[in-house]
């Protein structure tokens, strides 16, 4: 969504109206209304770009991360596919 927000000025008119008026609720293979763009985009974003960080803004970093592990499960999730 990051990226959409800042870069939603470089996509063509035409494209950002398609992205936006597509709902998978209402297509051959459907899809949960929780990940409908049309629904939920615009909504996202909007509450995304309340919430952004300011300079000044302090930011906890979980240090007891374990990056071994992380790797590990990340590797069990591709190959299980």
Same mark, same amino acid.
């Given at each position: 969504?990051?990226?959409? *927000? *800042?870069?939603? #000025?470089? $996509?063509?008119?035409?494209?950002? /109206? /398609?992205? *936006?008026? &597509?709902?998978?609720?209402? %297509? #051959?293979?459907?899809?949960?209304? &929780?990940?409908?763009? #049309?629904?939920? =985009? $615009?909504?996202? $974003?909007?509450?995304?770009? %309340?919430?952004?960080? /300011? =300079?000044?803004? #302090?930011?906890? $970093?979980?240090?007891? &991360?374990?990056?071994? @592990?992380? *790797?590990? %499960?990340? @590797?069990?999730?591709?190959?299980?596919?």
């Amino acid at each position: 969504m990051v990226g959409g *927000l *800042l870069g939603v #000025k470089n $996509i063509p008119n035409d494209m950002l /109206t /398609t992205l *936006l008026e &597509f709902d998978c609720t209402e %297509q #051959k293979h459907l899809r949960p209304d &929780f990940l409908s763009v #049309k629904h939920h =985009a $615009i909504p996202n $974003i909007q509450r995304l770009s %309340q919430t952004r960080c /300011t =300079a000044g803004d #302090k930011l906890d $970093i979980d240090v007891e &991360f374990d990056y071994e @592990s992380s *790797l590990n %499960q990340n @590797s069990y999730n591709q190959n299980s596919k």
